[in-house]
């Protein structure tokens, strides 16, 4: 019988790709303020697959707090992705921190566990945010309207 080994958070892979994220979000809000909501139409040449939503929930000097998430077509047979998102400026890292409404992820878990968490389930979780923003910036269409000098 062979023993699995501890799974090891991998702090590097963590923070760029927190960092990445945080360029991306950077990109996709721009100059919003606290309670306003950048609306992305996503399409290709031939689908529509929804609109990405990113709401601007708190903006403080060294902080920023975003609400993704997604609607579409199938709004009425699935639970869209719905996830809260911490912008530190001082780092300039954003970090998953609520998930479907469930909070406080830790940096590695046991396996199995009582809530089917993976080992590495922080890193999925921003690693996913990252898939989704960058489907954003290349399938979103910015419906904000900007005044023209």
Known sequence: MSRRTAYVTDLRT???ECTANFVRLDRLLGDTVAGEKVELP????TTRFGTLHLEVVERAPYTTIV????????????????????LYHDVQMAEVTDFQRKRHFEGRYRYPNAHMHQPDEKLQLNRFLGEWLEHGLAHGHDTRVFETP
């Not at 996503?42 to 040449?45: D, N």
């Not at 609400?67 to 911490?86: E, N, Y």
């Open 42 to 45: 996503l399409a290709s040449h």
């Open 14 to 16: 963590l923070q760029a």
């Open 67 to 86: 609400r993704v998430f997604q609607s579409g077509v199938l709004d009425d047979m699935i639970d869209a992705p719905r996830m809260v998102v911490h």
